[in-house]
């Protein structure tokens, strides 16, 4: 279990840094991100949060309750326990599942004032190696992204709940979890769960 936290951390790590602008895997400065838009997008051409979620505070403070855990147990499976991870970019939960080694981690990427501008940005320079943007999640517009570190059972998946701040999901899973083939719809229902729970703040 110890050697399976550790590769979440420095995954989830390296996806913070991403969404916090840091630099590309290059080396290079970091990426600069376009002023905002006022015709339906915001910073670097991502698309504008329409209704936008301002009351986060209390997330952003405990991300471990975003989701009641009988909520999030219907999604993944049971919980064996949960941790607050502080990070440079935002405080993120990681719940830690009894099928091990499962983990999803998840939270507010309070250090990234340029929400899902900040992929857009990095991702027209050339800096990511996965960038993809999906279906709206409950109304709120997503992308599924990665430099380097892709895999089964993996998925990052970011969610824009205002121009400035960005909902991330991180689901690591072993091919005996049931979603082990489909990380990134897991993620999409943790997000929306989260979503839900957020609008209703």
Same mark, same amino acid.
């Given at each position: 279990m110890r050697a399976s936290a550790t590769v979440l951390t420095i995954a989830t790590l390296a996806s913070l840094a991403l969404l916090g602008g840091c630099s590309d895997k290059n080396g290079?400065?970091? =990426?600069?991100?376009?002023?905002? #838009?006022? +015709?339906?997008?915001?910073? @670097? *051409?991502?698309?504008?949060?329409?209704?936008p979620i301002t009351n986060t505070a209390a997330v952003e403070a405990d991300p471990c309750s975003a989701i009641p855990a009988?909520?999030?147990?219907?999604? =993944?499976?049971?919980?064996?326990? #949960?941790? +607050?991870?502080?990070?440079? @970019? *935002?405080?993120?939960?990681?719940?830690?599942?009894?099928?091990?080694?499962?983990?999803?981690?998840?939270?507010?990427?309070?250090?990234?004032?340029?929400g899902l501008g900040t992929l857009y940005a990095q991702h027209a320079a050339g800096s990511l190696t996965t960038f993809k943007p999906v279906d709206p999640i409950d109304g709120y517009p997503a992308v599924v992204y990665a430099n380097g570190g892709e895999g089964k059972g993996n998925c990052t998946l970011a969610v824009g709940v205002r121009d400035d701040l960005v909902y991330n999901v991180i689901?690591?899973?072993?091919?005996?979890?049931?979603?082990?083939?489909?990380?990134?719809?897991?993620?999409?229902?943790?997000?929306?769960?989260?979503?839900?729970?957020?609008?209703?703040a």
């Open positions: 290079n400065d970091p =990426t600069p991100t376009g002023a905002p #838009s006022p +015709t339906g997008s915001s910073s @670097a *051409g991502a698309p504008a949060v329409k209704d009988a909520e999030l147990e219907a999604i =993944t499976g049971k919980i064996k326990r #949960s941790r +607050t991870e502080d990070m440079t @970019a *935002g405080k993120g939960c990681t719940w830690v599942l009894e099928l091990s080694p499962n983990t999803i981690n998840a939270g507010l990427v309070t250090g990234n004032k340029e689901p690591r899973l072993s091919n005996e979890h049931p979603s082990f083939a489909d990380p990134c719809g897991m993620a999409t229902k943790v997000a929306a769960a989260a979503i839900k729970n957020l609008k209703g």
